[in-house]
């Protein structure tokens, strides 16, 4: 008993929540069967600190609307294949961020790499990470080293919550539903100066909202899994206290309406999507009550009961890119107006002196899940736009294919062979900010197509 205690007292103390008492009844019958298991930490920062998401901003953060998370969600198929869900209100993982949490747990828990799936809701309001995003930032030596410890923080916090979400499976019943939200909109706006950030209603968007539900043999709901296809960006730059944006409102609504379920919100393929009207917290609040209510209204539909067990896939692939400016190029570039370039071309020159050469692909990770016979869950890194999510769900079928991105790294945006041409921020601008050495070449978006649907089809003829 008094481990016990001193086992919780530890956990509270890190800031891990305890799951709800769900209770079981003791007639329900114990069968071979899925097995779930949840953890929630907070991982707010205590004290001011920079955010990310905004070049504009130029202060840390000045208190909270509310706490950041991040949450696990462990499954077990009835054979015993495991799998751990992570998900945070973070702008994104850095890809050696992602690639150290997966090797502890690899050490300490066995899991290999297929087995974990790290993913962020981009929230435009959350802490700066290292090694993401450093140009856009104008950090001091204390900002460079409060960044650092709160990275190791964040990824000490990430083991934990995985490994307690695992050691805490009870059975539980899978299911797939899905919803429909409204106020995404495309952002590439045309205009006679270029494509702008705006609105633009004829452009392509994704207003489903996918369910991932766990319930208890008793019918209590555990945890509840929704998606999006939207930035998280109902707040601006002008913003500086955390939130989790509409996501995190979402969640918080959805944890108040089950109280014994934990609510996880993972990214859609939505690059090029923002949330329409924005700029105010209380639109950030209406639209996570919007996303709440689709995921309830989802959640009393017709279900697509998941039935079988799990096979896991994660491989990378070298997305091509467009030749890199010369030394020259780059040198003349210390000159620019723009001092996010002046950085960006001190970077490259710094590579270009340590390497020899600038890099013409880059290695992104891509993630596969088959839950039971029914249901693929494809895992995309970076801020892939919604042509990638739309086209897989095309062929594959929407009721059976579940696109997300923001997924084990977060390394620029990826863009189509069309945005390519039409030119603007997810194209061109963004990669300064990124420390890209150039954009993509045309050929990117074959590839990464090709690959998904190889792994898709791979995985489904495994059934």
């Known amino acids: 008993m008094l481990l016990t205690l001193r086992i919780c007292a530890w956990l509270l103390a890190l800031g891990l929540a305890l799951p709800p008492s769900r209770g079981t009844s003791a007639s329900t019958p114990i069968v071979a069967t899925w097995k779930v298991g949840t953890a929630k930490v907070v991982i707010t920062p205590a004290s ?145 100066e270029g494509v702008k950030i705006g609105v633009n209603p004829e452009g392509p968007v994704d207003h489903s909202v996918p369910v991932l539900k766990a319930e208890s043999l008793d019918g209590q709901l555990l945890a509840v899994v929704m998606a999006y296809a939207c930035h ?62 689709a995921v309830s209204s989802a959640l009393g539909s017709q279900q697509k009961e998941i039935s079988g067990g799990l096979r896991l896939q994660f491989s990378r692939v070298k997305l091509p890119l467009s030749d890199p400016p010369s030394r020259a190029e780059l040198e003349q570039r210390l000159n620019d107006p723009s001092v996010f370039r002046q950085r960006h071309a001190r970077l490259m020159l710094q590579s270009l002196n340590q390497k020899g050469k600038l890099p013409r692909s880059y290695s992104a990770p891509l993630q596969v899940w088959q839950l039971g016979r029914s249901l693929t869950l494809v895992a995309f890194s970076g801020e892939t736009v919604v042509d990638y999510g739309l086209q897989l769900k095309r062929e594959f079928g929407e009721e059976t294919l579940w696109p997300i991105a923001y997924a084990n790294d977060f390394f620029a945006y990826v863009p189509t062979s069309q945005i390519l041409k039409e030119g603007g921020y997810e194209a061109v601008d963004s990669g300064i900010y990124f420390g890209m050495p150039a954009p993509f070449a045309p050929q990117v978006e074959q590839t990464l197509l090709d690959k998904a649907r190889g792994m898709i089809r791979s995985i489904r003829q495994a059934r």
Not at 108 to 136: C, F, N, W, Y
Not at 145 to 157: G, I, M, P, T, W
Not at 238 to 244: A, D, L, P
Request: proline residues 5%.
């Open 48 to 192: 001011p600190f920079w955010l990310s998401g905004y070049a504009s901003r130029k202060k840390p953060s000045q208190g909270k609307l509310q706490d950041l998370y991040l949450k696990a969600l462990a499954i077990q198929d009835p054979a015993g294949n495991k799998a751990v869900l992570v998900t945070s209100d973070l702008l994104g993982f850095p890809g050696a961020l992602a690639d150290n949490i997966a090797e502890n747990l690899r050490k300490r828990d066995r899991l290999k790499r297929e087995q974990v799936l790290l993913t962020s809701s981009h929230t435009h309001t959350g802490p700066a990470l290292q090694e993401s995003l450093q140009i856009m930032y104008d950090l001091s030596a204390e900002d460079e080293e409060a960044v650092a410890d709160y990275s190791n923080e964040l990824q000490r916090k990430a083991v934990v919550a995985a490994e307690f979400a695992l050691r805490h499976l009870v059975p539980a019943r899978l299911s797939f539903h899905l919803g429909k939200a409204n106020f995404a909109v495309n952002r590439r706006m045309f205009t006679p």
């Open 232 to 293: 998280n960006t109902t707040l601006t730059g002008e913003h500086y206290q955390f939130s989790g944006d509409y996501a995190g409102f979402a969640q918080a609504e959805l944890e108040s309406r089950y109280p014994t379920a934990t609510a996880l919100f993972v990214m859609g393929c939505g690059a090029d999507a923002n949330p329409n009207p924005r700029g105010t917290v209380e639109l950030a609040k209406e639209h996570g009550q919007a996303l709440a209510e």
